[in-house]
């Protein structure tokens, strides 16, 4: 072996490019079914997914009351009972209110087992002085939701997206970045994707989901924002 052949087996192996973050996967032939998607924000995310060519089921306790508010929103919108809309979906977005969601979950661990599962819910109280964040036993809503279903892959997404904005047909663009916490990066990746489908949106990875909970929790601040200055506030991660 000459000295250029010892050289060569001395030198380590070239490693691969990194990935680049904004290479995300072509999320378009998936079913995004939407729980609490006849509540406010639930109505919204399926209307701007639908929009952007998405097919959506929302969800409702009451099939009638869910199929309803698709036929009011149009855009080949589907609406079904809770069950129904995890089993027929791919990606199962969490948008029922904070004091329903422990109880929702449980009863859907069957259907929403092996499904991308994204928690938009945020623990807030509310008093005299205004909104103030909850802190789960669990540590957040997207905490729980992993916890009460384990053989689901949970990510947490779209919590501080205005609903009035989300749901007014004047308005093509939300300014917004979304940021998407979750364990593995191609759930991660998968929701980052779809939140691009949304004209105006980035989806930012921004953790694991131990870190959901002051995600969660900076809505109060933004509830603040908008009382004061009489606004539909959200978010943008500069320099990204």
Known sequence: MTSTDTDSAQQ??????????????????????VL???????KGLAYRLAKAGQKVIIGSRAAERARAAAEELGHGIEGADNAETARRSDV?????????HGKTLESLREE?????????????????????????????????????????????????LSAVLLQDPEIEEIDTDVMVLGEGRADVEIVQALVGRIPGMRGI????????????????????????????????????
């Not at 977005?93 to 004091?99: F, M, Q, S």
């Open 12 to 33: 380590p192996p070239k490693k691969a490019p990194a990935k680049d973050p904004w290479d995300l996967p072509d999320v378009s032939g998936l079913v995004v079914g």
């Open 36 to 42: 609490g998607g006849t509540g406010p924000q639930g």
């Open 92 to 100: 199962v977005i969490v948008a029922v209110p904070w004091d329903g």
């Open 112 to 160: 929403l087992a092996g499904k991308l599962v994204v928690d938009c819910v945020n623990p807030l109280g509310f008093d005299k002085q205004g909104a103030y964040a909850l802190k789960p036993e669990e540590g957040s809503a997207a905490q729980q939701a992993a916890a009460l279903l384990p053989d689901s892959r949970v990510t947490a997404a779209f919590h501080h």
């Open 205 to 240: 990875f921004a953790g694991r989901l131990r870190n959901a909970h002051q995600v969660e929790s900076l809505v109060a601040n933004l509830i603040s924002v908008n009382r004061r200055y009489k606004a539909h506030a959200g978010l943008r991660v500069t320099d990204v």
